[in-house]
């Protein structure tokens, strides 16, 4: 049996999920003619309390088109230094959209908004780069699966307010943060001008992200997609694994979370650290605990020298958790 914990996309579409997917209705999506993906976009935006959707290949598709609207060529995107935009999308931003990066550093992904406030510079004039978006991702992927403080979320939307800067959120796992706080997913995406959410993490679809805004913002969105190469033609087969998700797996969620905590915690890390379904572990030789786990068929993310990523979702199950267990206890030592 192998127990695949590196990631929450690694799951794969259920025989259910299937059969929806094979019984969608489709049409040409580029002429705006399927109506899976129109009523997945439209599902989404409402889910989002935004007044459009646009559904995308990938997280990292929605993200770069949430900055490249609200960052011009030569302006910056502040972030946090572990954020997803930053240090997993290759660059994208700089090569595709001109925008330049600064960061603060963050603990467990954790907003500040002192941090926030201390590095913005808005209309920096003709010497220093202007900043002109913030990004916030929710949950925090490499913070290990951490919800943002709701009123560190409202003090930085203030902040960007006072400054006239545009808000993006990479909301890749926001369903998690919907779960494990309780809070509706529109009141997780009000105050944003961009919202990216994904379909293919914890949801268990095989591919898809919605980004949602304004419909003004997506119809040029719609633009820039197409330009990127990434217009897509008869994907209702793909919009519908996401509907069938969004009806089935969100919910279960708390399952994975129950999980997560139940590894943290028999792993020696401390349960409250893992608010949803990711559990970091600081390790000696991180590298070696993955390969000694891996020769037992319990695969995870060594990230960084002392950085070891579990991560839980719809195919690792209870027993699968158990054996992770013993097969890990073994392997840190
Ligand atoms: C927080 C976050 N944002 C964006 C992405 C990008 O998603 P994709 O792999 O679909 O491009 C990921 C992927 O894991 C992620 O964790």
Not at 9 to 34: K, L, N, Q
Not at 97 to 116: E, N, Q, S
Request: aromatic letters at 4%; proline letters at 4%.
């Amino acid at each position: 049996m192998i127990v695949d914990l590196r990631s929450d996309t690694v799951s794969r579409p259920t025989p259910e999920m299937r059969a929806a997917m094979a019984a969608a209705e489709v049409g040409d999506d580029v002429y705006g003619e399927d109506p899976t993906v129109a009523a997945l976009e439209e599902r989404v935006a409402g889910l989002l309390g935004h007044e459009a959707g646009l559904f995308v290949p990938s997280g990292s598709l929605g993200n770069q088109l949430g900055v490249r609207l609200l960052v011009s060529p030569g302006q910056e995107l502040v972030c946090d230094s572990l954020a997803h935009v930053a240090r997993a999308e290759l660059g994208a931003a700089a090569v595709f959209a001109g925008v330049t990066f600064r960061t603060w550093p963050a603990t467990r992904g954790r907003l500040d908004v002192d941090a926030v406030r201390g590095l913005i510079a808005p209309d920096a004039g003709p010497y220093l780069v202007s900043t002109a978006a913030i990004e916030v991702e929710n949950t925090h992927n490499f913070g290990g699966g951490t919800v943002q403080p709701a009123e560190q979320v409202a003090a930085v939307q203030q902040l960007a307010r006072e400054h006239g800067l545009g808000l993006h959120l990479d909301g890749a796992r926001l369903w998690n943060a919907h779960v494990a706080s309780g809070a509706s997913l529109a009141d997780l995406a009000a105050g944003f001008d961009t919202v990216s959410v994904c379909l293919s993490k914890g949801l268990g679809a095989p591919v898809g992200s919605v980004l949602v805004s304004t419909a003004d913002r997506i119809a040029q969105a719609r633009v820039w997609r197409k330009r990127y190469g990434a217009g897509m033609r008869q994907v209702g087969i793909l919009a519908a694994a996401g509907l069938y998700a969004l009806d089935h797996h969100v919910a279960r969620l708390a399952d994975d979370h129950e999980r997560a905590r139940r590894l943290a915690k028999a792993l020696g890390a401390d349960p409250a650290t893992v608010d949803t379904n990711i559990v970091v572990l600081d390790v000696p030789d991180a590298a070696g605990v993955a390969v000694r786990a891996a020769d037992q068929g319990v695969l995870v993310s060594a990230l960084g020298p002392r950085f070891l990523r579990l991560v839980t979702h719809l195919d690792v199950d209870d027993d699968g958790i158990e054996r992770a267990i013993t097969v890990l206890r073994g392997a840190i030592g």
